[in-house]
């Protein structure tokens, strides 16, 4: 692939680090393609299972009916402050903009 055309080393000492990445680049960039797909699936999978205990836990902490939301409101979820990973749910007044992101 890339690299130069000919490698000189000592057959006694071998190939350095580099001599072998350079000597086989193909097959250590294929290897490399091939990790990189292994780790990008098993994240997606780790990720959508994480989001789905998420929910489930927040589907049973807070278990809110739409009856016992009064009129003219509406449940809305947000980070705090500083916190990534803790969300405020707190009832908001209903305005068309809530609406219209409800219904996306």
């Not at 789905?52 to 809110?64: G, M, P, Q, R, S």
Request: aromatic share 8%.
């Amino acid at each position: 692939m890339f690299g130069p055309d000919e490698i000189y080393f000592s057959r006694h000492d071998g190939a350095t680090f580099i001599q072998f990445l350079q000597l086989y680049s193909g097959p250590v960039a294929t290897a490399g393609g091939i990790l990189l797909y292994i780790a990008q699936a098993v994240s997606d999978g780790t990720e959508k299972e994480y989001q789905d205990e998420v929910e489930e836990c927040l589907a049973t902490a807070i278990n809110i009916q739409d009856k016992d939301i009064p009129e003219g409101f509406a449940l809305s979820m947000e980070p705090c402050e500083g916190e990534d990973n803790i969300m405020m749910v707190k009832l908001v007044e209903k305005t068309d903009e809530n609406t219209e992101a409800n219904d996306v």
